[in-house]
């Protein structure tokens, strides 16, 4: 099982600022299976970023998603109240797939 | 637009069996890879199982000897159980649609998901 080490816990971020999240995996993610999730309290996660770079349709281009192998990192260019959230990145290039612990960005 | 809504109890006992339905709406069901995920304070988000149309499924390692999830495409839903429970397993149950091709193990729409606590 492929273990994805997120980090920092925390973001405490004001709006307008870059946001930058890191996601480390165990082992290389094959084809960069590597997604992005956002969730707000008391909602489902919602898929931001596919395929480690891949905007989703409707999602912002302030969200940027890199990275390969087993590193992997969102950035979130100046931002918006909207954004704060909780943050999970997730393999599924095979069964488990599996997700990071989290990143809260939160307000400053 | 794809929807699906988690019904079931949210009280189980310890050591009874979880069930859980998750009824689809706007989609066929009759494609792509229909998942179940938890997720609790203590675990964060755990992927507990899939089920494809045809009834194929694969389960998290560590639950497999525990979860059945079936599918019944005639009434547009999926189901899971889960036997034995304890505390443990008390989280927020979401079912999920994964991607397209070989992205079914992505998750591109989720339910609302529904609170199940494990407790006498």
């Known amino acids: 099982e492929i273990v994805l080490t997120q980090s920092p816990g925390t973001l405490s971020l004001s709006p307008g600022e870059r946001a930058t999240l890191s996601c480390r995996a165990s082992?290389?993610?094959?084809?960069?299976?590597l997604a992005w999730y956002q969730q707000k309290p008391g909602q489902a996660p919602r898929l931001v970023i596919s395929?480690?770079?891949s905007r989703v349709t409707g999602i912002p281009d302030r969200f940027t998603g890199s990275g390969s192998g087993t590193d992997f990192t969102l950035t979130i260019t100046r931002l918006e109240p909207e954004d704060i959230a909780v943050y999970y990145c997730?393999?599924?290039?095979?069964?488990?797939?599996?997700f990071g612990q989290g990143t809260k960005v939160e307000v400053k | 637009q794809v929807q699906l809504q988690e019904s079931g109890p949210g009280l189980v006992k310890p050591s009874e069996t979880l069930s859980l339905t998750c009824n689809v709406s706007g989609a066929s069901i009759n494609s792509h890879y229909w998942s179940w995920i938890r997720q609790s304070p203590g675990k964060g988000l755990e992927w507990i199982g899939y089920i494809y149309y045809t009834g194929s499924t694969n389960y998290r390692p560590s639950l497999k000897s525990r979860v059945t999830i079936s599918i019944d495409t005639s009434k547009k839903h999926f189901s899971l159980k889960l036997s034995s429970v304890t505390a443990a397993d008390t989280a927020v149950y979401f079912c999920a649609r994964g991607g397209d091709g070989y992205n079914f193990l992505r998750f591109d729409y989720w339910g609302q998901g529904t609170l199940v606590t494990v407790s006498s």
């Open positions: 395929a480690a770079s």
């Open positions: 997730q393999h599924y290039g095979g069964a488990p797939p599996t």
């Open positions: 082992q290389t993610i094959s084809n960069s299976y």
